[in-house]
């Protein structure tokens, strides 16, 4: 699992996991996501929560993050789970329904960092790749089809932010046996080699030589 305040870099970082591990990555937001564009009744009732930056009723989330993690896909390879759980309603649910991670990764950036990330985030429709105007400048020849998330605003994100202080020491306390913390304030590169190295040292201990 891979927590942390809202464009504190899971997704970033969730690209370069699965690219490494194999994982099958699971995030609850691009789920939601999914369901506002196809208009199904999940995404018509999860819109007005998302556009104001608060947290989806769990009636709409927990059913559809624990049915994609029974997926056979993410049952064969392993699943990476992105901004679930966010309250202790969340990790309640998807513990008894016997689902635990390996590790639990939270990523910790200064809320001050935060307004820079998400104003100037850019997203590839077609890629699903994540730019940042300054940060991670996109390529000249995509600019033009890049989009911005409707709740990546100063004001959207403020709200985001209270909700994650609201909830993320109750989520931690779920899994502090697995805790991995890192210091989300750096280099994406370097963010990253911090987590290679705590998922390398997992899979070293525990997964067979030929599986790995
Ligand atoms: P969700 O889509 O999960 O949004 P979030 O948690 O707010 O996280 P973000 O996607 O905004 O950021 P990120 O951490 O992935 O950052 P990124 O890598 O893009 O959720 C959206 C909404 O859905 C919620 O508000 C809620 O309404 C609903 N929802 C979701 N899950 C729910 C749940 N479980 N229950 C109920 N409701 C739920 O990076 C951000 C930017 O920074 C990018 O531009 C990137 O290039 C840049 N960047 C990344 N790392 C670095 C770095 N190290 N240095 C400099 N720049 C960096």
Redesign the pocket.
Known sequence: MIA????????????RIVEKFGLVHV???????EEVAAGTSAGQR?KG??????????E??VGM?KARLACDDAQVHGWLL??????AE?AEAIQEAGIRPDIFIL?E?PDE??V???T????DPETGE???????PPPEAVVGRLVQ?S??TED??R??LA??HANVAAVVGYYKDVLVQVN?????D??FSNIDGALSAFVEDHVPAAAA
Request: charged share 30%; proline share 5%.
């Open positions: 942390g305040a809202p464009a504190a870099g899971k997704g970033t970082q969730c690209q995030s609850a937001g691009d789920l939601l996501r999860a929560f998302m556009d104001e930056g608060r947290l989806v009723p769990n709409v989330v993050v992105d901004g679930y759980p966010r309250s969340q990523i950036v960092e935060l820079e990330r998400v100037g985030r850019r997203l994540i730019y940042h105007m300054s940060f991670k998330r709740d990546d959207k994100l709200t985001r909700t994650h989300g304030a750096r280099p994406m370097e963010v």
